[in-house]
């Protein structure tokens, strides 16, 4: 397998010292920066993440700031979510789509006051996408990239370790709004929200120069959690159904495509670019759509690449991310389907590097 | 050292297959997109690059294509760089700035057609800010990334090997200049340009079907010549002066830092969206600018984040790039220096990850 050059280009994180020292195997490379993919193994890492509690380095999700007075107009011509009934200490996930309805991210928007908005980015250059538009159409808003790094807190004893370091207060925190904390003198957002089906938190961590001193406060306070250093998990990932932009799907997708119709308030989203284009989609409906499949045989191959799925001879779709799952002990994965194979029972066929696997489409994810 | 984990979003190119049977040993992701960093070793890499020819698989330079009655118009407004002159089949080096003057990118543009544009970039979705631009002022303009993927062929014995494959009239194409040129009945814009000081052509490989026929050919072509895979190399680039985006400078750096003010025909190209910053920098003229660094000593560790420039205990600047050469017999290096320490013969410490080490700023680069 191929070793990763590294350079400055591919930024280092706050956190990167103590990832190195947790001893990570792999990186993976997510808006210019550093982002762990393995420590012990994929598989232990599963496992360890469903029993006990991480600390996940994501700073990579990186945050695009808006504040001013159009912060709020800018945030809704983004977005075919409907913001109005946004309060102050929520987030919401929220397709991003240009005037085609094509998805440029799929981020969660944190808004912090009505003139101020963090987007907590998937992988794209969303920054870009944003300042043009606020240039473009000459709105009264900075648009930037804050030092802000997410340390993400998941597993079922993120409660209990979250609690040890901020006191019992986070406890207290509802699923998908935040609260500020304070750490060392800071005040830091703490949001119950996180890239795992597991539970747990991500601490919106303001200044890199305490990066270190939270992450060794964390691990000081969770040794008898057995608190360990982790990652986003690709196989319980898969199993929970959280998507992946770049992976499971790009510019060329939909929000509809992607199963996200139910963040898409087109007709009351006044504002935002992609709406006439996605009216028509919601209308005419989508004509492929992701859905959960089971591929069948022993462990797959990874998957670096589209695979393309077959029926009767005729391509009907492509599986982008796919790993076997122990608990569930077959091939769990994510895939693009045509209409005429997406219903939950779908017989098929996926061209893996290692031949040919039946498959099966299924009607929900696997947790 | 760590691997990388490989999945779609890390793109894979039309040319990975040959890459892979080359016996690559590292990737670096730039635009989301694999490149090459090492195939023999970084310096025998050097040295065969500058006997023989090579052939780069540089699809990650994604291409920004401007198509429409705007196109030109929209071009002019991303760059400093006055246009006017500009004729079909010329390839100018173009900073592209934001309305502060902050570097975005350092592409080259292709002009194809009055109406007809790509830009050739580098380390970021460029895209994203074209199309918000293109959106917000209301541009009659289309902009995408097409199916295009530049194969770099470097080295002493290009032209011999390019003749070979595309004809005599290749060795005709003057520097930054392009033809259009056949192969298996496509037409390919062929430019003598490259991210090397070897000499060299890029081919705009149009059409992800080709690329591997292509790359054969070449192949099969060069046999005589020693034609190897090869990728940018790190110690060649920095010998010739040529900067990274990303590594070198980033969106806080003006082109004037760079040492592109002579790319920035300010007063001239009007509509440039950073005009009025880039006025206002060209008459204070900046503070810090790049720099060639001789770095005494041994062969210094990769240089993964800024190292920290002192003189007389104060921080003036930071070495953003470094490696031994073997040519040169030391370690050639670019740094950002502050005007008090930018002159040739400045003689300032370097913060490596070694130690601190004694260092001179250079008039020019190597080569």
């Known amino acids: 397998m191929a070793q990763i050059s590294l350079s400055r280009r591919l930024r280092r994180t706050p956190f990167s010292e103590g990832v190195e020292a947790a001893g990570v195997k792999g990186f993976t490379v997510y808006n210019r920066m550093l982002l762990p993919t393995v420590f012990e193994s994929?598989?232990?890492?599963?496992?360890?993440?469903?029993?006990?509690?991480?600390?996940?380095?994501?700073?990579?999700?990186?945050?695009?700031?808006?504040?001013?007075?159009?912060?709020?107009?800018?945030?809704?011509?983004?977005?075919?979510?409907?913001?109005?009934?946004?309060?102050?200490?929520?987030?919401?996930?929220?397709?991003?789509?240009?005037?085609?309805?094509?998805?440029?991210?799929?981020?969660?928007?944190?808004?912090?006051?009505?003139?101020?908005?963090?987007?907590?980015?998937?992988?794209?250059?969303?920054?870009?996408?944003?300042?043009?538009?606020a240039n473009g159409y000459r709105l009264d808003v900075l648009v930037d990239e804050p030092d802000v790094s997410p340390l993400a807190i998941q597993g079922p004893k993120a409660d209990e370790l979250m609690a040890r370091v901020f006191g019992d207060r986070v406890r207290d925190i509802r699923f998908f709004k935040f609260d500020m904390f304070e750490f060392e003198g800071r005040d830091l957002a703490v949001a119950r929200s996180g890239y795992s089906k597991q539970g747990g938190f991500e601490i919106y961590v303001e200044g890199s120069?305490?990066?270190?001193?939270?992450?060794?406060?964390?691990?000081?306070?969770?040794?008898?959690?057995?608190?360990?250093?982790?990652?986003?998990?690709?196989?319980?990932?898969?199993?929970?159904?959280?998507?992946?932009?770049?992976?499971?799907?790009?510019?060329?997708?939909?929000?509809?495509?992607?199963?996200?119709?139910?963040?898409?308030?087109?007709h009351t989203a006044i504002g935002c670019i992609g709406r006439d284009a996605l009216l028509r989609v919601a209308k005419e409906g989508p004509v492929q759509q992701i859905r959960p499949i089971t591929i069948h045989g022993d462990e797959v191959p990874p998957?670096?690449?589209?695979?393309?799925?077959?029926?009767?001879?005729?391509?009907?779709?492509?599986?982008t991310s796919a790993a076997w799952?122990?608990?569930?002990?077959?091939?769990?994965?994510i895939g693009m389907m045509r209409l005429s194979h997406w219903d939950a029972g779908a017989e098929v066929e996926v061209e893996a590097p290692d031949g040919t696997r039946r498959a099966t489409v299924r009607e929900a994810f696997w947790i």
Not at 212 to 234: H, I, K, T, Y
């Open 42 to 133: 994929v598989q232990a890492d599963y496992r360890h993440l469903k029993s006990h509690v991480q600390v996940w380095d994501v700073s990579c999700e990186r945050q695009v700031e808006l504040r001013g007075p159009d912060a709020a107009r800018l945030m809704q011509m983004l977005t075919p979510r409907d913001l109005r009934g946004m309060l102050p200490g929520q987030c919401y996930y929220v397709p991003i789509v240009d005037e085609t309805g094509g998805m440029l991210n799929d981020p969660v928007a944190v808004k912090l006051a009505e003139d101020r908005w963090w987007i907590s980015i998937a992988d794209s250059d969303l920054l870009l996408w944003v300042k043009g538009i």
């Open 209 to 266: 120069d305490i990066g270190m001193s939270l992450w060794n406060a964390l691990f000081a306070a969770g040794e008898d959690l057995q608190v360990r250093a982790g990652c986003p998990n690709l196989i319980e990932r898969i199993e929970g159904g959280l998507l992946s932009y770049g992976n499971d799907m790009t510019d060329y997708n939909t929000p509809h495509e992607c199963g996200l119709g139910k963040f898409c308030n087109t």
């Open 303 to 319: 998957c670096d690449r589209p695979w393309a799925v077959y029926a009767g001879g005729k391509r009907v779709g492509q599986v």
């Open 325 to 333: 799952s122990p608990d569930f002990e077959s091939n769990v994965a």
